[in-house]
């Protein structure tokens, strides 16, 4: 099998996966990293979501070549002890229910804020609609991003 | 207006306490049955045994007090809810106490009985006495060592005072309370003191949540463990007659490829219970070093399948359901007066016949369990609602004593009901007998969704007659796949309303496999019922909510032992409804439905709110008012609340699931719509405050939502809605032209 050098959480890896191993079953099953949860593999619930430079990706549909070169962040680097504000803002406004969705509404969340500080109700609602929560909490989810937001100012 | 339904129980018949070896306090209890004879809590920590006590505190030698509680958590927040009553009444600092999940990895966690949805109303009397008595045994050790009478002590936050001003910490007294008897006559606090219950606590997970820390069954990684992924029966009917692997095997990471399937028909030989809730085909596992190579070598192998059973289709499902509604062939699960003879002189009669599809639970988790198998123990970890039922399957399967099997449960990626039918803990089970290795099984999306367990597709058929402008007959029929309705829901609302009322269930028996979904029964019989009063309203030219009260008025709860809802409190939540959701005096361009339902041991009313937008018809808001009683953690509950009221209209609108050669229509969700961020609705709560003890949360505001919406958009656009999801028809969600408002 071939060895790949990613780069995950600001630390280089190295990887002895096929070549066609998504992205999220490489964070899962060979770097410990589970925090990036499966739920569809088909990058239609965003519950795998994660950061490439910055930019909100689905994992389950990235192969490694896709992130050659590139920056990973998951859950687990977002912050190192859970301070990042959107981390915050999520425990403030208590948004879990089950709670297995929540890494990938984070993730999705906290890379539009860094493109869109200030947004609008309808902006946020755009922005979290390609990720499922199936407890629905999505009203929390939907204030938490507008409290992030507020606490980033 | 008491419950019908308190527990009362000895004290020490459900709690004792023990001195733990390192110093301080445990004490052990049961929250849902009493503790054997001759139980004791253990002196050291790592002998919890959760077969006796289902649940323990320790109050340390410096104070701190931890909750060890193995009890599910599936997202219904009762790992946070249950320690605050027991803080409330221990009264202690909430910020002292520490909430644990049941020790993992220990050879004396075997199980313990699951809570299911009732696990506040039924834990509430054992959670309140047990940190009361707690409570009572630190104040009478303070008491005895300054030699004053315990009467005389008050307590704040863990801290003992006495009348001469002198004070005690718990951890200064807990190793001679451990010596006290336990006593059987505490007192409880009054609500009106409560200082935790009440105010919201946020989830005690939520660190880990939000920084990704492994919680799930799919996050569960064991030394030695493979991986997974079966290829199951692609249709209901279905059994595997041969398969080539020969490409599967050679491709990378692939360990081995077996075939199972002789484990779990010789089981259900044994216990034909459970032949509902798994197939009896063979299947055939890849195992693998990881869960993708598991899935692509899955997807390598080729299969020849053989029609079993009857290869059915929701056609012929539609057809045999119509059949029993036309026929005479019920179970009569309720029957007053005489509705034939009622409707038979009768002014007027309506007839509406209401349909649901099958309906996936598509938990945002898939299944998932570990299993392992050695001489010693079965070792079984993961995801499950009723883990006592499947440990004593797995041992029946497997010919092992029960007490060889040792389950450990995860937080759990949602429940829904699908949980609580652990096939797949019978399915790791039987493959790692068969491979002897540790081994996790991964459904894919696919598997779960597509060769699940589902919401039976369901019609009923409401027929009611009415008499000089009263209702004077009332006749439901049911017809279902699989199972009808069950316990006490024929006698729900409207039952004691009308004196002809009968209450019919049929069942069309389907080799789908189905069982319980949110709300079972009740998350479309409330859509029904609650659409059809609507009808009968405008029929009658009454006030649809005059109509509901008027109803309510002739029910005599206390005369009839099976009516579990109460008047009073359906009116109260009906009011306050139409107040909160400024019903009736709503602009034009907004149309209301209304919806009061009970299930669950709770009453509910909700008001939806639509409003044209861009031509169309738009669910903007609902009004949910609950009586669930004491609400213990506020911030948690109206979670629990909103979560229900937004499922709701999601499946209301979009839930659909077909059937054609065995198949279901969907695998994934690029066919399937959950409903999503800009699909919903504004939702506002109303908790009524009373000082009653709490009923279930988790579910009764998911069943109203969907008539409330329904009852709106028929206000909207003179259409009514007979057939779920409303997307459906969706030439029945446009609003007349004349009535499109610029």
């Known amino acids: 099998m071939p060895t790949y050098q990613i780069k995950v959480n600001g630390a280089s890896q190295t990887v002895d996966v096929s070549e066609d191993t998504p992205v999220l079953w490489v964070l899962r099953d060979h770097l410990d990293l589970v925090g990036t949860k499966y739920g569809c593999g088909i990058g239609q619930c965003g519950a795998c979501t994660i950061h490439v430079d910055g930019t909100a990706m689905r994992s389950c549909s990235l192969t490694l070549a896709q992130v050659d070169g590139k920056s990973i962040t998951t859950i687990e680097g977002l912050s190192e002890d859970g301070s990042h504000p959107v981390q915050q803002a999520w425990n403030e406004v208590d948004v879990p229910q089950c709670g297995y969705c929540q890494a990938g509404q984070i993730m999705t969340a906290s890379a539009f804020l860094e493109n869109n500080p200030n947004p609008t109700e309808e902006e946020v609602k755009n922005a979290m609609h390609g990720n499922i929560c199936r407890c629905a909490s999505y009203t929390r989810i939907k204030k938490a991003v507008l409290t992030a937001a507020e606490n980033m100012d | 207006m008491s419950s019908k339904t308190n527990i009362t129980f000895s004290r020490r018949a459900f709690m004792r306490t023990s001195s733990l070896a390192g110093g301080g306090m445990l004490i052990g209890f049961n929250l849902f049955q009493a503790c054997k004879p001759k139980a004791e809590p253990p002196v050291d920590l790592s002998q919890l045994n959760y077969n006796d006590f289902n649940a323990f505190i320790k109050i340390a030698d410096n104070g701190a007090v931890t909750i060890f509680s193995p009890n599910p958590e599936i997202g219904q927040g009762v790992k946070t809810s249950m320690p605050m009553i027991i803080a409330e009444e221990l009264d202690v600092a909430w910020q002292d106490v520490y909430v644990e999940q049941g020790i993992l990895d220990t050879e004396n966690y075997q199980r313990q009985v699951a809570g299911g949805s009732q696990s506040i109303r039924f834990g509430w009397d054992a959670l309140r006495q047990t940190g009361a008595t707690a409570k009572q045994m630190l104040v009478n050790a303070a008491a005895a060592r300054w030699g004053v009478d315990a009467s005389e002590c008050t307590v704040s936050e863990g801290v003992i005072t006495n009348a001469a001003g002198e004070t005690l910490g718990y951890g200064d007294v807990v190793n001679e309370a451990t010596q006290l008897e336990v006593p059987e006559d505490v007192a409880l606090k009054d609500p009106k003191d409560y200082k935790i219950m009440g105010q919201s606590k946020v989830n005690v997970d939520i660190d880990k949540i939000t920084t990704g820390k492994p919680l799930f069954g799919l996050d569960y990684k064991a030394d030695g463990m493979v991986y997974a992924a079966l290829v199951r029966p692609p249709a209901f009917g279905k059994k595997l007659v041969s398969y080539d692997d020969s490409k599967a095997r050679t491709m990378s990471g692939v360990i081995d490829i077996v075939k199972i399937g ?481």
Not at chain 2, 291 to 312: G, R, S
Request: with cysteine; glycine share 8%.
């Open chain 2, 262 to 742: 002789e484990k779990v028909r010789a089981l259900l030989e044994k216990d034909p219970s459970f032949g509902s809730k798994i197939s009896s085909s063979d299947k055939i596992a890849v195992i693998a070093e990881s869960t993708w190579q598991a899935f692509k070598a899955k997807e390598a192998i080729e299969t020849v399948w053989e029609d079993d059973t009857t290869i059915e289709s929701t056609a012929d499902h539609d057809k045999e359901l119509n059949k029993i509604l036309d026929g005479n062939n019920f179970n009569t699960m309720r029957s007053d007066g005489d509705v034939n003879k009622a409707f038979a002189e009768a002014d007027e009669i309506l007839e509406r016949t209401y349909e649901s599809p099958f309906l996936p639970h598509n938990c945002m988790e898939p299944m998932n369990f570990y299993a392992n198998v050695t001489d010693e123990k079965v070792h079984l970890v993961g995801p499950i609602q009723t883990p006592a039922w499947k440990a004593g399957l797995v041992a029946n399967m497997l010919d092992r004593e029960e007490k060889d099997i040792l389950l450990e449960m995860t937080r759990m990626g949602g429940g829904f009901g699908r949980r609580l039918y652990g096939d797949f803990v019978i399915e790791a089970a039987e493959l790692a007998a068969t491979i002897n290795k540790p081994v996790k099984v991964v459904f894919t999306r696919e598997d779960d969704m597509g060769i699940g367990i589902y919401r039976p597709a369901i019609k009923y058929r409401i027929k009611a007659g009415i008499k000089d402008g009263q209702i004077t007959a009332y006749h439901l029929k049911e017809a279902a796949i699989n199972d009808g309705m069950y316990g006490l829901i024929p006698n729900f609302f409207p039952a004691g309303a009308i004196d002809n009322y009968q209450v019919d269930s049929g069942a069309h028996d389907s080799n789908v496999t189905t069982g319980a979904w949110r709300a079972p029964y009740t998350n479309f019989l409330a859509s029904a019922e609650q659409s059809f009063f609507d009808e009968l309203a405008e029929l009658m030219e009454v006030d649809k909510i005059q109509l509901r009260l008027d109803l309510l008025d002739k029910v005599d709860a206390a005369a009839d032992e099976r009516i579990q809802y109460s008047p009073e409190r359906m009116k109260e939540v009906i009011k306050v409804a139409v107040d909160k959701s400024g019903w009736g005096t709503k602009p034009s361009s907004v149309y209301q439905g209304f919806v009061n339902y009970y299930c669950h041991n709770s009453h509910v009313a909700q008001v939806a709110d639509v409003e044209i937008v861009d031509g169309d018809p738009v669910v903007k808001k609902i009004t949910c008012v609950v009586d669930c009683g004491i609400v213990v953690n506020p911030s948690g509950a109206e979670n629990q609340a909103e979560g229900g009221v937004i499922d709701g209209v999601g499946h209301t609108m979009y839930g659909d699931f077909a059937f054609e050669g065995g198949q279901g229509h969907a695998q994934n969700f690029d066919r399937y719509r959950l409903i999503r961020m800009k699909e919903v609705p504004e939702v506002e709560t109303h908790f009524i405050q009373n000082e009653l003890s709490p009923t279930g949360l988790g579910e009764p505001t998911l069943p109203p939502a969907g008539g409330a919406i329904a009852n709106a958009f028929s206000a909207a656009t003179g259409n009514r809605y007979y057939q779920q999801p409303l997307m459906k028809n969706p030439e029945l969600l446009k609003v007349p032209e004349k009535e499109v408002i610029g």
